[in-house]
């Protein structure tokens, strides 16, 4: 097992966050099992983060910085932590999308990242297996953190229908799934809408992709498959997936019949009156 001691604050975030605790704690003359109990969680918790074994929340940090006064240090320091634990093909995508000021994205399969209930988004991350599947979802969740800014990406969200009738996580966890896209179907920064299964052959067969605009650097093409992402910021390649964009919003329902269809399919396929397995 590492110990703080001897762990290297320049090797990762999560290194210099681990280190940093445990030398913020002892600088207060305090057990792991003190802090823990000032912070509501246990002692192990606090070894396991100061030695990385497990990756720090941001409402722990924010306890942390509470107890021991560090003025911040620590939630500052977490989004570094968190964005770290997404797979290293999907990083240069996440710091650009946190910088866009405008996000167009077609998902043929799933509810986009930005958009995904913490229940959902466990469920699609549990698929791949990973090694450390908490750690995927905090991250996931932190990288939603950028609906939360005062001043918000404009969003545009083409989904295909089959994204409302595919059960992640069971019923409830898609009635709740469901019940988010019709909350931000009302905030005025964000545009969803359906691309109905009556629309027959459209541009978005060939998968899921997303565009993102910039007030100071180009406009940027991203995909991904099975294995990696990819990221281009060629102009012509942008202007073609803009194209091929237009016609999927063109093709979709409104922004009004889509609310209308996400609440019809989460009442008749998702609703309380339905089964419970």
Not at 27 to 32: E, F, S, T, V
Not at 263 to 277: I, K, L, Q, T
Request: glycine share 6%; aromatic share 8%; with cysteine.
């Amino acid at each position: 097992m590492a110990h703080a001691l001897s762990l290297d604050p320049s090797a990762s975030p999560l290194d210099y966050y681990g280190y940093e605790l445990r030398r913020q704690r002892e600088a207060h003359g305090l057990k792991q099992s003190q802090l823990g109990d000032i912070i509501f969680c246990t002692g192990s918790l606090v070894g396991q983060i100061e030695t990385t074994k497990r990756v720090p929340t941001r409402d722990f940090s924010e306890r942390v910085d509470a107890a021991l006064g560090t003025d911040g240090m620590f939630s500052r320091l977490v989004g570094l932590v968190l964005r770290s634990q997404l797979p290293h093909w999907f990083q240069p995508y996440a710091e650009m999308e946190a910088t866009a000021a405008y996000i167009s994205t077609y998902q043929a399969q799933l509810v986009y990242g930005l958009l995904q209930t913490e229940a959902y988004a466990r469920a699609v991350l549990a698929t791949g297996m990973p090694d450390d599947l908490e750690g995927l979802l905090a991250a996931r969740m932190e990288r939603q953190r950028i609906l939360e800014r005062e001043q918000p990406p404009l969003a545009c969200v083409v989904l295909d229908e089959a994204v409302l009738h595919r059960p992640i996580g069971g019923r409830g966890v898609m009635r709740e799934q469901l019940a988010r896209l019709l909350e931000f179907s009302a905030h005025r920064w964000m545009r969803i809408q359906v691309l109905p299964y009556s629309a027959g052959e459209h541009p978005g067969l060939a998968g899921a992709f997303n565009l993102l605009r910039f007030e100071d650097h180009a406009d940027v093409f991203y995909t991904e498959d099975m294995i990696a992402g990819h990221m281009t910021a060629n102009p012509e390649t942008f202007k073609e997936a803009s194209l091929h964009y237009a016609h999927l919003q063109a093709s979709a329902l409104s922004v009004r019949d889509s609310a209308a269809l996400i609440a019809r399919v989460m009442e008749e396929h998702y609703g309380e009156h339905n089964a419970v397995a």
